[in-house]
């Protein structure tokens, strides 16, 4: 766990790197010189990667912070140094238009960095709503497969229960017609005795 977050704090470092590297690029960035450009042109897309990889590993939010930092350092740094060599880095300027200029330059190239992270964090975001809009999807699927399931449950319970009052209507109808065969049974032989018991009586 701690070689991962060594690697993980390599980005933020090559970010401070590029950031603390463009200080010797010169000023002139749009006199007509393609080679500033083009170095500040490259240093800009390194600082966009380090800030991709800074998004990937150590999240918006903490990368954040880190890359926060980073250039705040970086900018602290830069203007020790410019006050201390004013006469490489701005020897026909004043020294507080040279230490504008270069804590600008820090800070705009610390952007880009925050960029990457940016159009990072928004393709991770993409993918993770595709992610849930799939889940979605499916879980409406199966929402609608258990909705059938259930009709079909209930469509079965409902027949069994029919048939399981059939069967007890005509158990009920099977009983009353015994009941009323014995009582017409136990009326014939109450008659029976009846009449018996007449006959007795009449030859007495």
Avoid at 166 to 194: F, G, V, Y
Wanted: proline share 1%; aromatic share 10%; charged share 25%.
């Amino acid at each position: 766990m701690i070689t991962k977050r060594k690697i993980y704090y390599l980005a933020p470092v090559l970010l401070g790197v590029f950031i603390f590297a463009s200080d010797f690029v010169g000023t002139n960035l749009f006199s007509g010189e393609a080679t500033n450009f083009s170095v500040w042109f490259v240093l800009s897309l390194f600082a966009f990667a380090c800030g991709w990889i800074i998004n990937l590993t150590l999240n918006w939010e903490h990368g954040g912070k880190i890359v926060f930092a980073v250039i705040i350092a970086t900018t602290i740094v830069s203007i020790g140094m410019i006050s201390f060599f004013n006469d490489y880095f701005g020897p026909n300027e004043l020294l507080s238009e040279s230490l504008i200029l270069y804590s600008l330059r820090n800070i705009t190239l610390g952007l880009m960095g925050v960029f990457g992270m940016a159009v990072s964090n928004v393709i991770l975001l993409e993918r993770e709503n595709d992610s849930l809009k799939i889940k979605d999807s499916n879980n409406a699927k199966s929402e609608e497969n258990l909705n059938k399931e259930t009709e079909l449950i209930l469509k079965e319970s409902k027949i069994k229960a029919e048939g399981i009052i059939l069967e007890a209507k005509k158990e009920a109808s099977r009983i009353i017609d015994t009941k009323n065969n014995i009582e017409k049974e136990l009326k014939e032989l109450i008659q029976i005795e009846k009449d018996l018991i007449k006959k007795y009586e009449g030859r007495e």
